[in-house]
């Protein structure tokens, strides 16, 4: 663990206050689930709690067969970071999202971008250079709650579109994974 340096008393109502640049660091806002935990020297430890994190292998194995079927990279994400992808895109495991893809997710329905359409495309992950051709994005809502999300993409030299069809199969896995999450 790193120290921080930073020492906080505890108030008469038990609560203590997490300095604005953990926050801001950790992307906890106002809101945001956190777990706890105490070990057996009685140290705390606060962590960031996401029920997606719990059904990483149902989302490893729909990222596998959607690839393998369909030929489309997956990945499955929390709202922070990649909890899931197919084998050959393992790199990305744990990469963080940027602040585009949480502010569309905040808009709670799917999006299909395709450059050939003139669509914008839009960066998937904080400093993301890479270059896209076509994004499909679905939000994984779990009783109305945003909890990740799904998105399928192809980079430039894989010159294709995604259509209506794929948005639906996707929407059906983010139906899937969320009831999993309730």
């Known amino acids: 663990m790193?120290?921080?340096?930073?020492?906080?008393?505890?108030?008469?109502?038990?609560?203590?206050?997490i300095p604005k640049e953990i926050r801001r660091n950790m992307r906890l806002k106002e809101?945001?689930?956190?777990?706890?935990?105490?070990?057996?020297?009685?140290?705390?430890?606060l962590s960031k709690y996401s029920p997606v994190v719990n059904i990483c292998e149902y989302a490893n194995m729909f990222c596998e067969v959607i690839f393998d079927?369909?030929?489309?990279?997956?990945?499955?994400?929390?709202?922070?970071?990649?909890?899931?992808?197919?084998?050959?895109?393992?790199?990305?495991?744990?990469?963080?999202?940027?602040?585009q893809l949480?502010?569309?997710?905040?808009?709670?329905k799917s999006f299909l971008y395709n450059q050939s359409d003139g669509a914008k495309m839009i960066e998937i992950f904080a400093q993301d250079e890479n270059k896209y051709v076509c994004q499909i994005i679905v939000p994984i809502l779990a009783n109305s709650d945003i909890v990740g999300?799904?998105?399928a993409f192809?980079?430039?030299?894989?010159?294709?579109?995604?259509?209506?069809a794929e948005v639906k199969t996707l929407q059906?896995?983010?139906?899937?994974?969320?009831?999993q999450v309730e």
């Open 172 to 179: 059906t896995i983010a139906s899937f994974l969320a009831r």
């Open 69 to 99: 079927i369909m030929g489309i990279n997956v990945i499955v994400f929390d709202k922070d970071c990649v909890i899931a992808t197919t084998s050959k895109s393992k790199l990305l495991m744990e990469k963080q999202i940027s602040s």
């Open 102 to 108: 949480e502010e569309l997710l905040e808009e709670r």
């Open 31 to 45: 809101g945001t689930p956190v777990q706890i935990y105490i070990n057996k020297n009685g140290e705390l430890t």
């Open 2 to 17: 790193k120290d921080t340096g930073i020492i906080r008393r505890i108030d008469e109502l038990g609560r203590i206050v």
């Open 154 to 164: 192809e980079c430039v030299g894989n010159e294709r579109n995604f259509d209506m």
């Open 149 to 151: 999300g799904i998105v």
